[in-house]
Every structure is written in C-alpha cells, then in structure tokens.
C-alpha cells in the first residue's frame, strides 16, 4: 500500500479563493451496476454520465470477457448490448477487477450463480482486502468460492452451484455486501431477504426495480426472488456525490471561496457529509435540480465559513462512509475537536484510512489521537508544509490536497495515479477552481 516512488506525486499549496461552477464526473457506485445489469438485460441499454474511471472500466472490461458487447460512442457513453439473464459466457482467464472492491464483491455474487467457473484479481490493495464478508454469507446461499489465506483475493468461484435463497442479516452495514447477496439471488431458488445493521446505498435495489426486476426494499432492507428476467433500459448516472465532497470540503475551508457545484446526485444513503458539515457551521445552499436515472440531484453552492469541531454522530457514518479523509481534513481546519467514532470500517478501505488520515495529518502539525474506531483531530492550529503517502489511496490523496490550500508551506502527496480509479481530471478541475496544484515525477 506504500508509494513505490515510481508513480506521480503532486505538488501542493495554497491557491486562490475557490470560484466557479463545477461538474462532477459521474457515480462510481452506479456506473459499476449499470454495466453489469444493462449486461444480463434482455436487450440493448444507452449508459449516459458512465465514469470514465479506472474501476467502473475494470468492470467494463470484465463484461466484455464474459461475452457482452458494449460499445463506447463518446466519453461517459456506452452502448450496452445485453445478454439476458443466464447468457454471460465462460472467460478464457482471470478477470481483473483492478483496485475496486464494488466490481469484486457485487462480482462474487453475480458469478457465484453462473454455470462456469472464474477467478477474480485485484491490484496489490485490493488484494489485502477482506473478501469473507461476501464469501461466507454467499456459502450460506450454496456458492462454492475458495480465497486466499485470510480471506483475501484471488477469489476462485465455482460455477454449477444450485443457489438457494435464504434470510440474512449481514454483520456490517455494507452496500457491497448486500448487492452481492441480491445479484446470487437473481440466480437462486426461492427468496433471498437480506438486512443491514444500518441503511445503506440502494442502487443495486433500484437498478433492479428500474430494469423490471420484482423487488421489496425500504431502508435496511431488501427482498427479491430468483427466476426473473431484466428489460433493458437507458440509464442517465449523476455525478458522484463522493467526488464533489472534495470542493464541499475545499470551499468551505478555504477563505473567500464561493462554489457552485451543479447536478449532484443527492441519495441520502450518501449525503451524511452535509449534515455534519452544516452542524460545524459550513454554508451549503441546496438548490433541487430534478432528477437523474431515478436520482434526485441538486446544485450546491458552497461558501468558505468558519467551521467548529463536533462529535459525528455515528448514525451518519454508513451515509458518508467514502468522505471521512474530506471530514478529517474540514475537522483539521475547524475550531476545537472532532471526534469519529463507530468508523471502524475505515481500516479496510482501499487504505487503512484512520491511520493514512491521522499520520498525514500529523505530519502537516495537526494533533491527532487514533482509536480502533475513529479518531480525535484537534483543529486550529496551522497547516504546516510536509511530506504525506497517498498509500495509493484515491481519497486520500484528494483529501491532502485540499488540506495542502490551507498549509503555509508545500506539500508532497505522493503516489497519486490512483486518483484515476474514481475522479479522472481532479487535478485539472481543482486547478481551474483556484486550488494550487502540480503533477511530478514521484521522487
Ligand atoms: C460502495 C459501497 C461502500 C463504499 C464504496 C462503494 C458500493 O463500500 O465505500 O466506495 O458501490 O456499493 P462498503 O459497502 O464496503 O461500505
């Protein structure tokens, strides 16, 4: 998980005031579903708003190598020629889920169904990261998948497995737990019922609904039953919400900064962010902006305001799961302490985002005092320059170049390129917006 060194760093440092109006690239969550339901749809599907990131085309390009023709007229668009319920076809090797646990573990599900074995990959972070979750529960439903020691990656599925549908309750509160549940279920004898200690995200639900799939859910909960098929249908992504989470948390730290970020998608199993960002005193205007594929989206625009350290209440932490190095990095920037706790779950992210958060942060002079579960971060005192591992993680990145606009002196982030997986062109938007900014060769 550490920076080879081989990779681009950036180079970052206070800029100007953050003015403009943005748009964010499209939802990582729901680009991931869109290929693999539009793919095992009778018919064709328009994909609108697709992410062009590395982890939505890891899946791309896994569908294609189970035998899905999907085409790629313009940037955001794929056309998605599906092939019916039971028409995916054997791979002629392993499929490479590179660093995205959505594509590995909603994958498990659907491949766990099918009548032909597949082995699934991930990068070096992927490959550290916890796969029982899905593994066992699917064995409960009569899937038949082998690991590596500990529960890692490759995961090795053995198709022909008659599936049966049972009632679960799953142990963490997991979107990807539960979408893998549901999409073995599409395959499976009987119901398949599956709750959650917390809500969490319903895209898989209402991806299924959207496309004819008979479907019961309601927050926490969700029921289907197996021996449907899906009708193809055009789906519009909105932008992802984790994406503009960066400029909420940037505008609103960054002195004379006025924002408008346009179309967001609001879900709110995903918008916890906002109201722990306005209970530390942040100016967010919400403006509704209709709907897209099936989700409210919004204009937001964000003001720079003085923020002050709260507790975040846990029962926002499943909404915002994706946003606390932003919510660390707003904290290092507030009035007295914030305190994270029930966040254990933020140790097996693509990094171990406690301790990627709270290291960078101290190296950037910040307090910080870690629990299993969350952290401490005591805010106002000033960011200094520093030197901070990325350990390959997207968001972490992101979040220490906010943190770096902020800092009196330069700060290194290194090991970007993974920034890719979810927010091509960060670096570009971020510096049009007024944030200082530069690639280099990892040092
Ligand atoms: C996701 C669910 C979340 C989130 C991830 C995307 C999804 O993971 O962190 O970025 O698309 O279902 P968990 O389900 O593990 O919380």
């Not at 991931?32 to 599907?45: E, K, V, W």
């Not at 028409?87 to 660093?99: E, Q, V």
């Not at 916890?130 to 020691?149: E, F, Y």
């Not at 497995?161 to 009987?190: F, N």
Request: net charge negative; aromatic share 4%.
């Amino acid at each position: 998980m550490s920076s080879s060194g081989t990779g681009t760093d950036w180079i970052a440092s206070q800029g100007t005031p953050l003015r403009g109006t943005l748009v964010v690239p499209g939802d990582k969550s729901v680009s991931h579903r869109a290929i693999m339901l539009a793919s095992l749809a009778d018919g064709t599907s328009r994909i609108e708003g697709f992410l062009e990131g590395e982890d939505a085309r890891a899946t791309e390009a896994i569908f294609r190598r189970l035998g899905v023709s999907i085409e790629a007229p313009g940037p955001g668009q794929r056309v998605v020629h599906g092939v019916g319920i039971d028409g995916l076809r054997a791979p002629d090797g392993p499929l490479d889920c590179g660093n995205a646990g959505t594509g590995m573990r909603l994958l498990a599900g659907l491949l766990a169904g099918q009548p032909f074995d597949s082995v699934l990959v991930g990068d070096a972070s992927l490959s550290r990261r916890p796969m029982k979750r899905v593994t066992v529960p699917l064995a409960r439903m009569g899937a038949r998948i082998d690991t590596a020691d500990g529960g890692m990656p490759p995961l090795h599925i053995h198709g022909g497995s008659a599936l049966q549908g049972i009632e679960l309750v799953t142990d963490v509160a997991s979107a990807q737990v539960k979408s893998a549940l549901l999409l073995a279920g599409l395959y499976a004898r009987g119901t398949t019922t599956v709750r959650e200690p917390h809500p969490t995200r319903d895209y898989t639900e209402r991806m299924l609904q959207a496309l004819g799939w008979p479907i019961v859910f309601s927050p926490g909960y969700a029921r289907l039953e197996g021996g449907h098929r899906l009708a193809a249908r055009d789906i519009v992504v909105p932008a992802d919400f984790s994406s503009a989470a960066f400029f909420i948390v940037a505008a609103s730290v960054v002195p004379g900064s006025d924002l408008l970020l346009e179309r967001v998608g609001m879900n709110p199993r995903r918008t916890g962010l906002l109201h722990v960002l306005r209970a530390m005193g942040a100016d967010i205007e919400e403006t509704p902006a209709g709907e897209q594929g099936g989700e409210p989206v919004s204009d937001l625009r964000v003001r720079h305001a003085p923020l002050r350290g709260i507790d975040v209440p846990t029962e926002h932490v499943a909404d915002m799961i994706d946003e606390f190095p932003a919510l660390f990095v707003a904290a290092a920037c507030a009035t007295g302490a914030t305190v994270v706790s029930g966040a254990a779950e933020l140790r097996v992210k693509e990094s171990d985002r406690i301790a990627a958060m709270a290291n960078g942060l101290r190296a950037l002079g910040v307090d910080v005092d870690e629990a299993p579960d969350g952290a401490t971060i005591q805010g106002g005192a000033a960011l200094q320059g520093g030197t901070i591992e990325s350990h390959g993680d997207h968001r972490i990145a992101m979040a220490f170049a906010i943190a770096a606009q902020r800092a009196t002196g330069e700060v290194r982030i290194r090991d970007v390129d993974n920034v890719a997986t979810s927010f091509p062109g960060f670096d570009s938007l971020a510096r049009g917006a007024g944030f200082g900014l530069v690639a280099s060769r990892g040092a």
